[in-house]
């Protein structure tokens, strides 16, 4: 029996005279005559016969002609379509044609990150339309070779991309063809010559109609233009570099190399304008460069301490990918490019092995996958535990989250290439700005910052009692002039920023009517924020009980400069307060009072809301901050001086019990009966 007959006979049982082949014989011996056995073959056969059919209908590959015609649709498509509307929409303003420049920039990022994520799912849904209009099967999803055309469609829809960015910029590829014909037909020499007076009239137009076809300009002049006579004007030369850079007092800093490959015409780089702008910086330029300055020293040394590592480390960041491109060449896909690549950078990039990579998309790449994991494995152990409260788990992934760039840092990263741009276009040296794009207005500003946690300082609630409890504070400081002991102290109770307080030497602790205080300045190596910050500050009662005084006088013998000699600059920023942000932040975690947000600027914090507190007058709480006078008035006000003992009478509002801790200088708090000299401060004379 084979087993055509016995499908054929069943197939006539069930459906009259229709056979399953359509006519088509298919003779397969079954090899027995056993009807049962036959019928079983035959469904074996069938079943096999499904899944090769299945087989090679899953791994049907698409021919290259088909790969070809696919693509090129695709590609045609996009190109044509942007041509269509680019050439029937109606005008639009400048804000508007930059958010479509913006929206195409959007779209690369997408199509790049696809690349960076090797996931080109993206482009599944375009493929798809085009195979349909064409009545091409596409090959099934996850294949080898899905994967592979999904690769190219990718390529493909990014370069259609930026080709439309460019076309909306006016930049095409080639010439119009109209145009190309034009000059071809103008130029063949296959064309017969014309006699001169038949090619005049064939060439003159009506006046009318010319007016018509092309209507005169609101900016042609009312004059007809005169023909030149005599030789022809040489056009206008572009001023020479060392007058450009002198013009603006900056050619005496601009380092020697950079000034010969300028003067040679060779065109300026991304990295070397990077490092002009540090130079000028750091020789005490201000960011005036549309004006004639002159450096300062000075200037340019407190630039660096407080400005100069961040500046380079936003400039590294920069010059990875477009450090050895010319500047004015840099097209703003690659600039949107860089800026979503620094949006995702983490917040300790370069810090430690753990965020080092070889560069930073693969520092990203590492850090997400490292994030990734450690979310996935929170999970798998809360559902192992029996949770399916979805709420908890996401609490409980989110946990793992390694922080981000806060927007201010990622905004002033973003903004020091525009800073770069800006410079070179007002020293002249370019004609524009690629950055100028690397802005952010107020509305995205607090936009940017709506995403992120709040996490600005506060003061210390009952926290503050914990710190207090901690072992420097209770015998163990290192010696009588600990920092760790004093320095906390001198910011809560007196408000001093943590420079002012680590650079305070015993001859800037004086009295005044029996009472001591002590002068923050600007001198000699050391740094206030701004003029307003020189002011006298009353010491606090409590600060006198815990031997502030005795720890002054022993430096004085001593000839010691500071009151804290151990403390040490940086070597980034040249201050004191570098290393000691440094001790303070280890201390606080290593003994279990590490809480974000609250630092050493938060016990300044916590002084000024004391004050509010105690009702202190306006005049009287900026004086002791170091704040700008509120107005004209206030300020002739406290120029002739707030008297130290008005501002005592604040100070001592400041709650604190010496009895809390322990000094480091024995002897001290002394009690009451031993109270004598400047324990004046309290307000008592002899």
Known sequence: MTRSKLVAETQEENSGNQTLFGGIPLCLSLKTHGFSVAAELARRLSTLSDQIFLYATATMNLSPQDVTRLLTALARFEIEAADRERALADPRSPQLAQAALEREAARQAVLRQAFFQQDYTVVEEPLRHVAAHLGIELPEAGSEQA???????????????????????????????????????????????????????????????????????RFASCEPAHEKSGPEETPTEKPAVRDLLKKRGVLQSCPPELLASLESGEPITFDRAADFYLKLKEAGFADEWHKYQRPDAAVGRKWVKSSGASAK??????????????????????IEAAINVIRSLPRLHGKGKKYTAESYPALIAKVEAREAQAMDNAERELRRQGCNNEAEIRDARLAHAEPRLRAETYMRIVRMANRVGTMLEQLGLVGTNPF???????????????????????????????????????????????PLFWMPL??????????????????????????????????????????????????????????????????RKRGDRRLFPSLTRGANKGTLTENFTKAFGYYRRTNDVYWHGLDF??????????????????????????????????????????????????????????????????????????????????????
């Not at 010059?319 to 010319?326: D, F, M, T, Y």
Request: proline share 7%; net charge negative; hydrophobic share 35%.
């Open 147 to 217: 994967r592979l055309l999904a690769y190219e469609a990718t390529r493909v829809l990014l370069d259609a991309s930026e080709e439309k960015a460019r076309r909306d910029r006016g930049i095409f590829p080639s010439p119009s063809p109209y145009f190309v014909r034009a000059i071809a037909e103008e130029t063949s020499p296959g064309i017969p010559a014309q006699s001169t007076a038949s090619a005049i009239a064939e060439r003159l137009i009506d006046k009318e109609v010319a007016t018509k076809l092309f209507p005169p300009s």
């Open 313 to 334: 480390t936003s400039l590294k960041i920069w010059a990875e990918p477009l450090g050895s491109k010319v500047f004015t060449e840099i097209p703003e896909e690659e």
């Open 436 to 482: 100028s794009i690397c802005t952010f207005s107020n509305r995205e500003a607090k936009a940017l910052k709506m995403t992120e946690e709040n996490v600005a300082r506060q003061p210390w609630d009952d926290r503050l009692n914990e710190l207090f409890a901690t072992r420097v504070f209770k015998g163990n400081a290192a010696d009588e002039a600990d």
């Open 490 to 555: 001198i910011g809560y109770l007196m408000g001093t920023r943590m420079e002012e307080a680590a650079q305070a030497g015993p001859d800037d602790v004086q009295s005044d009517e029996g009472i001591a205080y002590l002068i923050v300045r600007q001198a000699l190596g050391d740094s206030v924020k701004s003029e307003n910050a020189t002011r006298k500050i009353p010491v606090h009662p409590a600060l006198i009980d815990l031997g502030f005084m005795e720890l002054v006088e022993r430096a």
């Open 601 to 686: 600027h938060a016990l300044r914090t916590t002084f000024h809301h004391r004050l509010v507190d105690g009702s202190c007058p306006g005049a009287h709480r900026r004086k002791l901050m170091g704040h700008e006078p509120l107005d004209e008035g206030e300020r002739a006000y406290a120029q002739k001086g707030i008297s130290i003992a008005s501002l005592f009478d604040q100070v001592k509002k400041i709650p604190f019990d010496p009895e809390r801790v322990q000094s480091p200088i024995p002897g001290f708090p002394e009690r009451p009966q031993e109270v004598q000299g400047l324990r004046l401060a309290h307000g008592s004379k002899s």
